[in-house]
């Protein structure tokens, strides 16, 4: 079926507004990941889902990250309270399996805090 | 835990010549490693993959890469570059239990005409 969709592809906010992002993963792929890719690094990986849990929360750089995936497929990431080191793009994959599985990845949310 | 080092974070080479970027891991049990490749303003899509099956792996657009345990390395490579194999290129190793990639902060290939 179709890939890994984003939305937005690009989103500018203000500093100290909210945001979601959201990825649509492909039909059947149970595990979820979510990145970030800030300008000139490597991707910082976010939060994983399983299902509709998330067993690895680790990469959450702060409690004004969450996300959350239900149905076991869209998955929301949402930035409260946002800040310009949040500038990043956000990367969402999804593979079959969560051990070894490839992932494959969406085009990505540009957010661009002001 | 597992990580990935990627020696290099630009690479130039001519058009024609050898492309080998480095990708040292650090793992207690041989992992799965990946390599990625992102064109500019693209997401990312998977080259090629290792599992164990053979350490010399194959992947699209004539790229392969060696796993050699003795030396923990997965490097990529491709005999002769092509203008459009100008990219950002990763490398991600995932353990055989528990969920997390780790991705090398990249690597920038440019191919000079």
């Known amino acids: 079926g179709a890939g890994v969709s984003q939305s937005p592809s690009n989103k500018v906010t203000e500093k100290g507004k909210d945001v979601e992002l959201r990825c649509d993963p492909i039909?059947?792929?149970?595990?979820l990941y979510w990145y970030r890719q800030s300008l000139g690094q490597g991707l910082e990986f976010l939060i994983y889902?399983?299902?509709?849990?998330?067993?690895?929360k680790s990469g959450l750089p702060s409690d004004r990250f969450s996300a959350e995936r239900t149905g076991g497929s869209v998955s929301t990431l949402t930035i409260q309270r946002t800040q310009q080191e949040d500038s990043a793009v956000y990367l969402c994959?999804?593979?079959?399996?969560?051990?070894?599985?490839?992932?494959?990845f969406g085009p990505g949310t540009r957010l661009t805090v002001l | 835990a597992q990580s990935v080092t990627q020696l290099g974070s630009h690479v130039s080479v001519s058009e024609g010549a050898l492309v080998l970027l480095r990708c040292n891991y650090s793992?207690?049990?041989?992992?799965?490693l990946f390599w990625y490749v992102q064109y500019p303003n693209q997401g990312l899509q998977l080259l090629l993959k290792?599992?164990?099956?053979?350490?010399l792996v194959k992947g699209i657009n004539g790229f392969e890469a060696e796993f050699k345990k003795s030396e923990t390395s997965f490097h990529l490579t491709k005999p002769s570059a092509h203008m459009s194999d100008a990219a950002e290129y990763f490398c991600?190793?995932?353990?055989?239990?528990?969920?997390?990639?780790?991705f090398g902060t990249g690597t920038s290939l440019t191919v000079i005409p």
């Open positions: 994959a999804s593979s079959l399996s969560g051990t070894g599985g490839t992932q494959y």
């Open positions: 039909s059947g792929h149970t595990a």
């Open positions: 889902f399983q299902g509709n849990s998330a067993p690895d």
């Open positions: 793992s207690s049990v041989p992992p799965y």
């Open positions: 290792y599992t164990s099956a053979a350490t």
């Open positions: 991600a190793v995932s353990g055989h239990t528990g969920n997390q990639f780790y």
